[in-house]
Structure formats: structure tokens, C-alpha cells
């Protein structure tokens, strides 16, 4: 699960959270600029958000944001920060594997995957792909992270979308990948399962 924000984190969260920070805040500018409601923002496995929060305090886009964290310590020291940056994000100490966590704000066109997908076997990761479809939008962005841990499991999750209905949109490098939907959006199932975290 989710180290973004523990201490002792892997230094190279910080390339990582740099990374997602431009990749969004590109994003951002790119949805910001057109017209329409609010950008609509999911993070699962959200840590203290320090990922994503400096993005939204400095985006001029209005976004709706939802950050899923497991851990009550880290989704504290998030909306802390958020009450800091005078941003309103909704934080929910809740379990991003399931979609009863979060199905009212969905579809989204943003979607952060903060290590949720680590470690996960072959067969589970498809099946965690496969059902990503009922969580966006049309051609929704999904960034995947992972905290490392000795290994990065990015290139096996970036296979995995790019055998679904996915396009890399950045070579982001280690840690993240960034790829845009391209398939068709589905209803969104209660209480669907992506992943079973420890």
C-alpha cells in the first residue's frame, strides 16, 4: 500500500511526487482551458496528498478532488495540509480497493493509482485494469505510482494498460506511468472490487 508521505520513504518519492506533480498540473491547464464543470479528480492511495495538493493550490482550473486513504494518520496530515492551502478536497480514510469508497464521484477525468496496483500478480492486475473503465471519463488520464519499495513495478502495470483500452501519453520514467483512456466509459459498479490490499 500507499508509503507516500511515511518516514523512511525511498528518497526517490520525491522524483516520483515531482513527476506526478507536472504531469497533473499539465493536465490540469490542458482541461482547465476548456469549457464545462469542474474537473473532476480521484486519488486512491493518496498518503498526505503531497503528490497532488501543491498542484491543486497552484492550478487555476476549478477541480472537485477526492483523495482515498487507507491509513488515518496520513489522510489526517492531508486535509491538514489542505485546510493549510485553503484548498476544499474531500479526504476519506476509507479502503481505495473497493469502489464503495468513492462511487458517487465517478466517472473522473483524472485518475491517480498511488501504488495501489504494487505487487499484484499477473492475473489480479488485469482483472484491476479491466475494471478501471467504470471509473472514467472519456479519455480520462490515469496515473500510476508506486513508493518502489526494492523494485518498480510500473513497467508491468504499463503493459497492462496498454493491453487494454489505454495510450501512453508520457514517458514519465521511473515510478509513474501516464497513459489517457481511450476506450468507452462504463457504469460505475457498487461495491466492485480492484485490488485486495494488506
Do not use: I, K
Not at 487507507?70 to 480497493?97: F, I, K
Not at 493509482?113 to 478501471?132: H, M, P
Not at 483500452?165 to 483512456?181: K, T
Request: net charge negative; charged share 25%; hydrophobic share 45%.
Amino acid at each position: 500500500m500507499s508509503d507516500h508521505g511515511r518516514p523512511g520513504q525511498d528518497p526517490s518519492g520525491t522524483e516520483r511526487a515531482g513527476t506526478v506533480r507536472r504531469l497533473l498540473a499539465r493536465e490540469l491547464r490542458e482541461l482547465g482551458d476548456g469549457p464545462g464543470a469542474a474537473v473532476r479528480l480521484l486519488v486512491l492511495g493518496a498518503g498526505d496528498g503531497r503528490d497532488v495538493l501543491p498542484v491543486l493550490a497552484g492550478s487555476p482550473a476549478t477541480v472537485r478532488a477526492t483523495l482515498v486513504e487507507p491509513d488515518p494518520d496520513l489522510a489526517a496530515a492531508a486535509r491538514g495540509t489542505a485546510r493549510e492551502l485553503r484548498l476544499d478536497v474531500d479526504v476519506r480514510c476509507a479502503d481505495p480497493g473497493t469502489t464503495d469508497a468513492y462511487l458517487r464521484v465517478l466517472p473522473v477525468d483524472v485518475l491517480v493509482l498511488g501504488g495501489v496496483l504494487d505487487d499484484l500478480a499477473e492475473a489480479d492486475l488485469a482483472g484491476a485494469v479491466a475494471a478501471l473503465p467504470g471509473l472514467l471519463a472519456l479519455e480520462a488520464l490515469v496515473l500510476s505510482t508506486s513508493d518502489g519499495g526494492g523494485h518498480d513495478p510500473v513497467p508491468a502495470v504499463r503493459e497492462a494498460l496498454l493491453d487494454g483500452p489505454f495510450e501512453e501519453v508520457a514517458d514519465a520514467g521511473p515510478l509513474v506511468g501516464a497513459h489517457r483512456f481511450t476506450g468507452d466509459p462504463e457504469p460505475a459498479e457498487p461495491g466492485l472490487r480492484l485490488v485486495d490490499l494488506p
